[in-house]
């Protein structure tokens, strides 16, 4: 099980960007880079999901460099909305792991 | 389309008693996974279902137990209920095959144990 380190907060305002990086040194050859996005008394929601290079949806950015040790997520121009905790996971795509997630970073967006 | 939708979104127990969470996944999927989050922690994986068996656990005890339906639908059981069983419970479907695009989670139930 590759262990994920995240800062536990940070804070930004309205109109930044926010960039969160994750640490996974033992990152398996077959894992997988997700990232979750959660708000109070919801569900986490399914943000991006990457192997390597660079992978950029509509909601954001997930950058992997060539050693996949790290990870950073890159959320363009914040908003309140976006004021949430955000979790990192590492793993295989395959369904029969226990995926368990980390206590994962609080983001705040101040106006 | 319907997500994954989880009943009943509050509940209150007194400990030792039985408390039956029921969840169905979003449509086309086929595996259920259970989470236990509690307050200011992530969540936790309790266990998951495929094709009505208990595919993966965690380190959960027996007291917690589940079921699979034929149409997918699951329910997670929590059995002489302790306060520390206190937490949001979490209902995640995906594929059977695997999770290219992630797990989808319901909002969960609030289960407080008095």
């Known amino acids: 099980l590759a262990k994920t380190t995240q800062p536990i907060s940070m804070d930004s305002y309205e109109g930044q960007e926010v960039n969160i990086t994750c640490s996974h040194n033992n990152i398996a050859t077959n894992d997988y880079i997700t990232w979750y996005q959660q708000f109070p008394s919801q569900g986490p929601r399914f943000i991006i999901q990457g192997y390597k290079t660079k992978v950029t949806n509509e909601v954001a950015s997930l950058f992997i460099p060539a050693d996949r040790k790290s990870s950073t997520l890159s959320l363009p121009r914040v908003s309140l909305s976006d004021t949430a905790v955000y979790y990192c996971?590492?793993?295989?795509?395959?369904?029969?792991?226990?995926?368990?997630f980390g206590a994962g970073t609080t983001v705040t967006v101040r106006a | 389309d319907a997500g994954v939708t989880q009943s009943p979104t509050h509940l209150i127990k007194t400990r030792g008693q039985q408390v039956t969470l029921r969840c169905s996944p979003k449509s086309g999927h086929d595996t259920v996974s259970w989470y236990q989050q509690a307050l200011g922690q992530g969540p936790q994986f309790i266990f998951q279902?495929?094709?009505?068996?208990?595919?993966q656990r965690g380190n959960f005890p027996d007291r917690f137990s589940g079921h699979q339906f034929p149409n997918y639908s699951s329910e997670l059981n929590v059995n002489a209920l302790l306060l520390g069983d206190s937490a949001l419970y979490l209902c995640?479907?995906?594929?059977?095959?695997?999770?290219?695009?992630?797990?989808?989670f319901g909002s969960g139930t609030r289960l407080t144990v008095v």
């Open positions: 996971l590492v793993a295989p795509l395959s369904n029969d792991y226990k995926l368990s």
């Open positions: 995640a479907s995906s594929e059977g095959q695997g999770r290219d695009y992630g797990y989808t």
């Open positions: 279902y495929y094709e009505e068996e208990e595919r």
